[in-house]
């Protein structure tokens, strides 16, 4: 997607006044949620620079932390698997499914999961996902990507969930919450109680002790990872701790600055398949380890900070531009800030440099962010890569055009030449008071206060003060 559409979807978004209108609403609630649980400043900040330290540390030595990982899963009887692309990581779901022969998975919310689109991948070989997740079920049957990272159908009206309920499920129409909640609980019990596979993400894996660690609110993901046969967690390999005392703090600050909760209403650690004579639980357990791009930023010191991050959304509900043209316009997988920073990492400028220019900078993020990850720095270092031709992330270079391109140049051309620079400074002196309203500029005047040209340039004014002037 280009610049272009990006405008089209920015446009169109907000002419919705009606979504821009809850969106005010329910990111307003997210705010407030965190506010009225970091009411301590002093405290938080200790807080988020312990955090930030933990996963800067692993981040840092994060081959050594993930050999650690692999070790202990296998020892504990996880099978660890590595996936370089996101057609790997689908492929070996794919093939655990083939080995059991299974055709149904229940998923619980994975973000990971929608980055490899893996239920697109499965659909095509014959497998049926079924988000249990009831945001995500919700948009699975509208057919929808996540609208939100934590809230993926914030944007859909508790009407437009009847609708969606009875076109998919048949059910007789109607738009009170608990007998939608009740339908979507009996259709999912049926599915759990019959998948050959269940598929969760991961928050945390802590590489010390082997454990796959997974908060969520509404039981979904306990049900995944215990009732079918074969449990499969997927992750980017980025969301690892080192010990299991970093895991409380990590909790606390990734689900107080995702939803303003102390602890989640769940909190799942899968350490294992279950032992012999056990008589519940999972028979296999997988890891899927999920590179696809991370190495590349992990290259870099100032890029592999993004790294750090917890996935907890709170960048996105206090960015003053998501509030205005919602998740979707982004068209990506990670709307928001944090999409801004990770999307052209992972997929390159030339497909996603765009969402470099979705930014105020107004560092609304960074403060919020709990791992204290400088995002307005890391956009402003995209949009450089984007139109450098010497940059490092890929795709680098290509957001230039030729207009950019040719006015830069004529800049640099004027700016080191003394004679061109006086004589250009003396036309926009006299032309540059009636800067058009039509042509390239348009855009720019019609939103902002049009800049007046001084007569005189500072040289000028200079040499009249020297002359005592
Ligand atoms: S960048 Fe920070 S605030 Fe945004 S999702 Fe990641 S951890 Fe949360």
Redesign the pocket.
Known sequence: MGNDHFTANVKKALSNKAQRGHLEFVMGNFRRGRASLFTDSDKTEAMRECIRDIKQRVVGRLPDVLERLEKECTANGVQVHWAETGEEASAIVLKIMQSVNGRTLVKSKSMVTEEIHLNDYLEKHDCVPMETDLGEFIIQLRKEPPFHIIAPALHVTKEQVGEAFTDNLGTEYTSDPDILQAEARKYLRERFRTADVGVTGVNFAVAETGTISVVENEGNARMCASVPKVHIAITGIEKVVERMVDLPLALRMLVG?ATGQRISTYFNMVSGPRSEGHPEGPEQVHLVLLDNGRSNIHKDPELRQSLQ????????NHCPIFKRIGGHAYDATYPG??GT?IMPQLNGLDKHGYMAAASSLCGA?SE????M?P?PDIVRRLRVEGVDKAGVVQGHGTNRTFNETAAWSFWAKVMTSGGLRSMTRKTFAHTGQVMPAWGPLKAWTDSRVRPEFASKGMLDLLKEEDNGK
Do not use: N
């Open positions: 600055s991050c917890l996935r907890c959304g709170a960048c996105i800030p944090i920073m993020c919020v962010c709990p791992v990850i995002i």
